[in-house]
């Protein structure tokens, strides 16, 4: 692609834009303790130069994106993304696990407790991440309350701890339960809607559950929350709070992996068939004789599985609760992470937590341009693959062509 | 064309069925009887409410008014009368009446086989554990379910397709994949709405061929909707005619061919357009 004259005009008019737009912040400085106005004409150059060689960067690669269309009758969705070329290629696969796994054992070992905090967080989000993509990914059910099961699993583990004495291990598949259960009671309501209005009636629902534990004093103990929540035991010990956060980090690792596993087994089985059908085309789905109403049922409650359990483990990390954790901002960080990743790939999934979480709080030495590096990725990322970092390819079988039996 | 013994035997009987919409009679009292082993036609002008009626008959719908009543040979062996009216859409396709759809229903984002996998949705069983667990007979079964629709794929001819995407197959190919989606829920019914739209005259020959071929091998019976005439002549056994929510007339394609009522209604409206 030459830069034509066109392209030229194009680009500076970007740049004109772009200095207009970020004239008042980047120029005008007002000195208020000496009441002087400080006028930076020199940010306003580097703006506009700047704006001017980027918006080429930009049709770039918009430019390469229509070729690689082009290229392939199949579109350049269906083809295999980087890591998926990388996982597919034994040479590279195996010494990438070999290290990724050294790399998970000797994390809590080597890093603060600051730093395990924080992957602890991101290995939540993963499972979270996952249970949501059976909703979203899979089942194609908008879903914006995820978030009250996350609440549900917290204050379920919370309440039993501060009233029964009730410990970790216990309450955990209670919490799966409890999720599982609460998933049932949303799916009933919103069998009939789809779309627009299910994601609107789940957001409702996310907000009831968050305004429910705000408001009944008596039951959750309002906006003060449940503080003292036990930390996990290790066979009936109590750890110290450094030995009890890497453990809490193993236990979260056992956790992403069950939840790869099981995942992974839904969706190549008929059950996980049946949802991406769901997903694809309602009315043919029932058509083709499956229970609409039952496959529904079945994704929202477990979905909401692993976010009642991820709650149990929140609730006994921080070991203090109250509804200001389970905004609606949650929900839609978890659908980022989902629809960032690639609706329906595992892999995608977990990288896009970990990029999702673990991205603003390195980025803290950016300070003020951390939140908007944050959202300029996922502009990008959204622009130029919006099926996610790990776009979900679908099994293939091999046959023997002439097989007649 | 080898045509399968005819037997009197109904095995999808509608009885005044009447549907309303509103103020609006989309079906207006409908009696139409279906034997085993035959192609039967419905034709009719657009808007005469031939979509319609599939939907109430697959459930889609929940006719106002009349009986549908079914003789499946489900369970093998158990002849018996059921009427069908108020069952939802997956219940009637358990019963065995599968359907196609006009404007193409496929689920774009999965491969060939998987399309079929999914017709073997309502003759299998595992569940949730069964996916987690992988116990020896749902491993059976999920073997079952990828030959059996294996299987289906190389009778329709889309075998060498099975991995590709729903979405990136040729137009004719994907309305053969309806067709085979609905064979893999093992039907004793097909009913194929529009299934030569769109088509070329070369793909409406082999598709003609092929409907033979599934009435004949799989002891299907055959409902469908089409207004490719030529197609219609020689493939039905008896044909039905609407307008307006009404069966003007049935018979056998001659019957049809020579009826004044079907030409005035039907045939008069084409020359004119």
């Given at each position: 692609?030459?830069p034509?004259?066109?392209?030229?005009?194009?680009?500076?008019?970007v740049?004109?834009?772009?200095?207009?737009?970020?004239?008042?912040?980047?120029?005008?400085?007002?000195?208020?303790?000496?009441?002087?106005?400080?006028?930076r004409?020199?940010?306003?150059?580097?703006?506009?130069?700047?704006?001017f060689l980027?918006?080429?960067?930009?049709?770039?690669?918009?430019?390469r994106?229509?070729?690689?269309?082009?290229?392939?009758?199949?579109?350049?969705?269906?083809?295999?993304?980087?890591?998926?070329?990388?996982?597919?290629?034994?040479?590279?696969?195996?010494?990438?696990?070999?290290?990724?796994?050294?790399?998970?054992?000797?994390?809590?070992?080597?890093?603060?407790?600051?730093?395990?905090?924080?992957?602890?967080?991101?290995?939540?989000?993963?499972?979270?991440?996952?249970?949501l993509?059976?909703?979203?990914?899979?089942a194609?059910?908008?879903?914006?309350?995820?978030?009250?099961?996350?609440?549900?699993?917290?204050?379920?583990?919370?309440?039993l701890?501060?009233?029964?004495?009730?410990?970790?291990?216990?309450?955990?598949?209670?919490?799966?339960?409890?999720?599982?259960?609460?998933?049932?009671?949303?799916?009933?309501?919103?069998?009939?809607?789809?779309?627009?209005?299910?994601?609107?009636?789940?957001?409702?629902?996310?907000?009831?559950?968050?305004?429910?534990?705000?408001?009944?004093?008596?039951?959750?103990?309002?906006?003060?929350?449940?503080?003292?929540?036990?930390?996990?035991?290790?066979?009936g010990?109590?750890?110290?709070?450094?030995?009890?956060?890497?453990?809490?980090?193993?236990?979260?690792?056992?956790?992403?992996?069950?939840?790869?596993?099981?995942?992974n087994?839904?969706?190549?089985?008929?059950?996980?068939?049946?949802?991406?059908?769901?997903?694809?085309d309602?009315?043919?789905?029932?058509?083709?004789?499956?229970?609409?109403?039952?496959?529904?049922?079945?994704?929202?409650a477990?979905?909401?599985?692993?976010?009642?359990?991820?709650?149990?483990?929140?609730?006994?990390?921080?070991?203090?609760?109250?509804?200001?954790?389970?905004?609606?901002?949650?929900?839609?960080?978890?659908?980022?992470?989902?629809?960032?990743?690639?609706?329906?790939?595992?892999?995608?999934?977990?990288?896009?937590?970990?990029?999702?979480?673990?991205?603003?709080?390195?980025?803290?030495?950016?300070?003020?341009?951390?939140?908007?590096?944050?959202?300029?990725?996922?502009?990008?990322?959204m622009?130029?693959?919006?099926?996610?970092?790990?776009?979900?390819?679908?099994?293939?079988?091999?046959?023997q062509?002439?097989?007649?039996? | 064309?080898?045509?399968?013994?005819?037997?009197?035997?109904?095995?999808?009987?509608?009885?005044n069925?009447?549907?309303?919409?509103?103020?609006?009679?989309?079906?207006?009292?409908?009696?139409?009887?279906?034997?085993k082993?035959?192609?039967?036609?419905?034709?009719?002008?657009?808007?005469?409410?031939?979509?319609?009626?599939?939907?109430?008959?697959?459930?889609?719908?929940?006719?106002?008014?009349?009986?549908?009543?079914?003789?499946?040979?489900?369970?093998?062996?158990?002849?018996?009368?059921?009427?069908?009216?108020g069952?939802?859409?997956?219940?009637?396709?358990?019963?065995?009446?599968?359907?196609?759809?006009?404007?193409?229903?496929?689920?774009?984002?999965?491969?060939?086989?998987?399309?079929?996998?999914?017709?073997?949705?309502?003759?299998?069983?595992?569940?949730?554990?069964?996916?987690?667990?992988?116990?020896?007979?749902?491993?059976?079964?999920?073997?079952?379910?990828?030959?059996?629709?294996?299987r289906?794929?190389?009778?329709?001819?889309?075998?060498?397709?099975v991995?590709?995407?729903?979405?990136?197959?040729?137009?004719?190919a994907?309305?053969?994949?309806?067709?085979?989606?609905?064979?893999?829920?093992?039907?004793?019914?097909?009913?194929?709405?529009?299934?030569?739209?769109?088509?070329?005259?070369?793909?409406?020959?082999e598709?003609?061929?092929?409907?033979?071929?599934?009435?004949?091998?799989?002891?299907?019976?055959?409902?469908?909707?089409?207004?490719?005439?030529?197609?219609?002549?020689?493939?039905?056994?008896?044909?039905?005619?609407?307008?307006?929510?009404?069966?003007?007339?049935?018979?056998?394609?001659?019957?049809i061919?020579?009826?004044p009522?079907?030409?005035?209604?039907?045939?008069?409206?084409?020359?004119?357009?």
């Amino acid at each position: 692609m030459m830069p034509t004259l066109s392209e030229i005009k194009k680009s500076f008019l970007v740049s004109l834009w772009f200095m207009f737009l970020t004239f008042p912040i980047m120029v005008i400085r007002v000195n208020t303790t000496e009441n002087l106005v400080l006028w930076r004409w020199e940010n306003m150059i580097y703006i506009g130069i700047g704006s001017f060689l980027l918006s080429f960067v930009w049709r770039y690669m918009l430019w390469r994106k229509e070729i690689g269309k082009k290229d392939g009758e199949t579109g350049s969705e269906d083809a295999p993304s980087f890591f998926q070329r990388l996982l597919s290629d034994r040479r590279y696969a195996i010494p990438a696990f070999v290290a990724g796994i050294g790399f998970v054992v000797i994390f809590p070992f080597v890093m603060d407790t600051y730093q395990t905090n924080i992957m602890i967080t991101a290995l939540m989000y993963i499972v979270l991440g996952l249970g949501l993509n059976i909703v979203v990914g899979l089942a194609g059910l908008l879903d914006l309350g995820y978030v009250a099961f996350y609440a549900v699993g917290a204050y379920t583990y919370g309440l039993l701890n501060h009233h029964f004495g009730l410990g970790f291990w216990i309450v955990l598949p209670m919490g799966a339960v409890m999720g599982a259960f609460f998933g049932i009671l949303l799916g009933f309501p919103v069998l009939r809607l789809r779309g627009d209005y299910l994601a609107i009636v789940t957001l409702g629902f996310g907000e009831i559950i968050r305004l429910i534990l705000e408001n009944w004093n008596e039951f959750s103990f309002g906006p003060s929350g449940i503080a003292q929540i036990s930390r996990p035991s290790l066979f009936g010990i109590q750890l110290s709070l450094s030995s009890s956060i890497i453990y809490l980090y193993f236990v979260m690792i056992g956790m992403v992996l069950f939840t790869i596993f099981v995942v992974n087994r839904l969706q190549n089985s008929r059950i996980g068939r049946a949802w991406i059908a769901l997903r694809e085309d309602e009315v043919a789905c029932q058509a083709m004789g499956i229970d609409k109403t039952r496959t529904k049922l079945t994704a929202f409650a477990l979905g909401a599985t692993w976010a009642g359990m991820v709650g149990v483990i929140f609730a006994a990390k921080t070991t203090f609760i109250n509804p200001a954790s389970f905004t609606f901002l949650e929900s839609a960080m978890i659908l980022a992470i989902v629809v960032l990743g690639g609706m329906g790939s595992i892999v995608g999934v977990a990288i896009a937590a970990l990029v999702l979480i673990l991205l603003p709080e390195y980025l803290r030495a950016f300070s003020d341009f951390r939140m908007l590096i944050f959202g300029a990725i996922m502009v990008i990322m959204m622009v130029f693959r919006p099926q996610g970092i790990v776009a979900n390819v679908r099994r293939s079988y091999k046959f023997q062509p002439d097989k007649h039996p | 064309m080898m045509r399968a013994p005819l037997t009197m035997e109904t095995i999808l009987e509608v009885n005044n069925l009447t549907m309303d919409f509103g103020g609006l009679r989309a079906l207006d009292h409908l009696n139409i009887d279906i034997r085993k082993g035959e192609i039967v036609a419905l034709i009719g002008p657009n808007g005469a409410g031939k979509t319609t009626f599939f939907n109430c008959i697959t459930g889609i719908y929940s006719p106002t008014e009349g009986d549908i009543v079914i003789s499946s040979p489900k369970p093998a062996g158990a002849q018996k009368r059921e009427r069908i009216n108020g069952l939802k859409p997956n219940q009637v396709t358990e019963k065995g009446m599968a359907r196609t759809f006009q404007n193409i229903r496929l689920f774009p984002n999965m491969t060939v086989l998987e399309n079929v996998m999914i017709g073997r949705h309502c003759r299998t069983r595992s569940g949730v554990v069964g996916a987690i667990f992988r116990n020896r007979a749902m491993v059976r079964e999920e073997q079952a379910v990828v030959d059996d629709s294996y299987r289906v794929l190389e009778k329709i001819g889309l075998a060498r397709h099975v991995n590709d995407l729903a979405k990136n197959l040729p137009y004719g190919a994907q309305r053969r994949l309806e067709i085979a989606r609905a064979l893999a829920t093992e039907p004793f019914l097909i009913l194929l709405d529009e299934p030569a739209a769109g088509m070329n005259p070369q793909e409406t020959l082999e598709l003609d061929d092929l409907i033979t071929r599934i009435r004949d091998e799989e002891r299907v019976s055959i409902l469908l909707i089409e207004h490719d005439m030529k197609l219609v002549m020689s493939l039905s056994d008896r044909i039905f005619v609407m307008d307006y929510g009404k069966k003007i007339a049935q018979g056998t394609p001659e019957e049809i061919r020579n009826n004044p009522v079907v030409i005035k209604a039907y045939l008069g409206e084409e020359i004119d357009a």
